[in-house]
């Protein structure tokens, strides 16, 4: 885009008090800065619980553009983009000057940042590579995701078989998804189930226990992790003060990240001492040290692009099927058509499996209306890494400036959604509804990203999502627990958020087995 022309355009409307005067447009409208410490105040206090909800409240007031800074004028700026038009302009027109990250000084510790695929720019070999090797595995095709079917199918009847198994008592919904979620993405990455997803004994009840129990250990590190990540950190608002690391965020994010590191690091041991077995050579961890053998990454870079894939894989997935779950279980008319569909579709047979998937579009429908309103990752976080930045809906955003797009409120946009606030999966489909696919091509509608940092396990999130739903319901009538069925349906749906956004209330509920 050429700059001069957008100066001569915007020069009347500048704001000195922002930028460098040698950049002389205008910066996106946001709060007033404070003297001293500018936006700091702002930064700290607004965006420490439920940041969404704060910069959806700002687009009300400033526009769809908004703009500010972590702390005073020289810390780096932050836009949030608000609506489809804007973000179709930040991510589909400007796709190269954005394909970075911001990283948070809570990223930097045991340098995960400098080989993690999350974090490098899009200009990076190694981020090539790594999307090359996540591609290989879990792209859609019969050669890639295919080869790989029968371990979800086995995974969802596993899930299926706890929740009949759990019939008439209440069961913690969000726990089991998650550890089967967890052994989705391990035997992906080398063929073995990290979680255990029996029946828990009587002595598992203690603290011990449970957290042995459906990968729980996991969680726990992963949750700490990503709520490093999201809080406000002084060291990323005045820099200088980063080496000190005031709030312990680095030291926190490196001991929790050592731990993940250690779960592949013994993967990778126990591999390379006994041999590989054949039917380890094509997971990831195989192709991978194949390439370590001959040298072309390093077992520090495997295990953080092994640990990115962990972290990204497994939360947001579990959280999508809590949300349906949650959603469902508070609409019982669409829960039912949900049912029928499933037994009218699926006859006689015991267990859902991915094949059968074709033939159930309301639940597509579900899963889809549930990442509408309830993306698992809200704020989709980019950098601009153009020397000279970009236009974005007529106003300058420099170098360096870190891009949120707000996909909750691209999902509740109220012009591109009727009734944006309802759960309506029967918008979704055919005949008057909105068959959208989640390939980043509608910009209302991108809870996976879009351009060419879209979210490279969306093929397989998009398979694995509703099979674990349908497993769960197929079969299974459920019942809300006392004490959530009493509950407010405002306060059920409130959120929790860190990076990823889910139900403030984990789900208990009592399946009932339905032969
Ligand atoms: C419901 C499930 C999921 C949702 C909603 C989701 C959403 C997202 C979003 C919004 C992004 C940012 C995209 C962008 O910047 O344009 C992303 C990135 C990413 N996702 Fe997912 N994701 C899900 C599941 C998965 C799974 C199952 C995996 C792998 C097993 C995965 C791996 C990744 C990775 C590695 C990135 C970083 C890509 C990059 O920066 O180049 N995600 N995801």
């Known amino acids: 885009m050429c700059r001069v022309v957008l100066v001569a355009k915007h020069k009347r409307d500048r704001r000195d008090d922002d930028d460098d005067a040698s950049v002389s447009l205008p910066l996106p409208p946001g709060p007033p800065k404070l003297p001293l410490i500018g936006n700091a105040f702002y930064f700290f206090a607004a965006l420490r619980h439920n940041p969404h909800r704060a910069l959806a409240d700002l687009a009300e007031k400033y526009g769809p553009i908004v703009s500010f800074r972590q702390g005073t004028a020289t810390s780096r700026i932050i836009v949030v983009v608000s609506s489809p038009a804007a973000a179709r302009e930040a991510l589909g ?206 077992r520090a870079d495997i295990s953080k692009l092994l640990a990115d894939i962990f972290l990204a894989g497994t939360d947001t997935t579990r959280i999508a099927v809590e949300w349906a779950m949650r959603r469902l279980l508070r609409h019982p008319d669409k829960l039912e058509k949900v049912r029928a569909e499933l037994a009218a579709s699926l006859g006689s047979k015991e267990f859902v499996e991915e094949s059968d998937l074709e033939e159930l579009p ?32 007529g106003f300058w955003v420099p170098k360096g400036t870190c891009i949120m797009v707000n996909l909750l409120a691209l999902g509740r946009d109220a012009t591109s959604w009727p009734e944006p606030e309802e759960f309506v999966p029967e918008r979704f489909l055919g005949g008057g509804g909105r068959p959208l696919s989640f390939r980043g091509s509608d910009f209302s509608y991108i809870p996976f990203g879009a351009g060419r940092r879209v979210c490279p396990g969306m093929d397989l999130a998009a398979r694995f999502v509703p099979l674990v739903l349908a497993s769960l319901l197929y079969r299974v009538e459920w019942k809300l627990c006392g004490d959530d069925a009493m509950t407010p349906v405002d306060d059920v749906l409130r959120e929790k958020s860190s990076i990823l956004l889910e139900p403030a209330m984990p789900l208990r509920a009592i399946p009932l087995f339905t032969p």
Not at 371 to 392: A, F, K, N, W, Y
């Open 93 to 298: 027109k400007n796709d190269i000057a954005v394909a970075a990250r911001m990283v948070p000084d809570s990223a930097r510790g045991l340098a995960h940042d400098a080989g993690s695929v999350f974090f490098l720019p899009s200009s990076s070999p190694l981020w090539k590579q790594h999307r090359a090797t996540i591609g290989a595995r879990m792209s859609s095709g019969p050669s890639r995701l295919g080869m790989t079917r029968h371990i979800r199918d086995r995974h969802a009847r596993q899930l299926a078989e706890l929740s009949r198994a759990y019939s008439g008592q209440p069961m913690a919904v969000g726990e089991a998804v998650y550890g089967t979620m967890v052994n989705n993405v391990s035997n992906i990455l080398f063929s073995r189930d990290l979680a255990d997803l029996s029946m828990p004994h009587p002595h598992d009840d203690d603290e011990q226990g449970r957290s042995r129990r459906w990968g729980q250990v996991y969680r726990a590190i992963t949750r700490a992790i990503n709520q490093d990540w999201a809080t406000p950190n002084i060291s990323d608002a005045f820099p200088f003060l980063a080496p000190l690391d005031l709030f312990g965020l680095r030291r926190s994010g490196s001991r929790y990240m050592a731990e993940l590191y250690k779960v592949f690091d013994q993967e990778m041991e126990s591999r390379l001492a006994r041999g590989r077995r054949t039917d380890e050579e094509e997971d990831m961890l195989g192709v991978l040290l194949a390439r370590h053998a001959r040298s072309e990454i390093t």
């Open 362 to 393: 309301y639940l597509h429908a579900v899963v889809k209306e549930v990442m509408r309103l309830h993306p698992s990752l809200p704020m989709l976080p980019r950098e601009v890494v153009t020397d000279d930045g970009m236009s974005l809906g």
